[in-house]
């Protein structure tokens, strides 16, 4: 199988478990947009909302990019997530409690 068959692959297989968890919180699911927000309030403002997040819901995030210093933070706060790059200058995240 060559290389762009396997990412084709990757792809759909993030999608369905995008839809997977979409699913799984049904209505269950909060809304934040932080594309707009300068360092570091993007990162504050996705810990704040996590923190009034109740169990059985999650987070559905719009960024402007991968948010690397919050995903081991979601680790230390036992959170997972799952992300969705949807162009250069747009990602999104569904965070929810492991």
């Given at each position: 199988m060559n290389h762009v068959k396997r990412a084709d692959i990757a792809l759909k297989i993030a999608a369905l478990q995008i839809i997977f968890f979409f699913l799984k919180f049904k209505n269950?699911?909060?809304?934040?947009?932080?594309?707009s927000l300068e360092m570091p309030l993007p990162m504050l403002t996705i810990l704040d909302a996590l923190d009034k997040l109740p169990a059985e819901n999650a987070l559905y995030v719009y960024h402007k990019r991968i948010p690397v210093f919050l995903l081991p933070e979601l680790s230390e706060r036992k959170f997972d997530y799952r992300i969705k790059e949807i162009s250069a200058g747009e990602v999104h995240l569904l965070i929810f409690r492991k």
């Open positions: 269950n699911i909060q809304t934040i947009d932080v594309r």
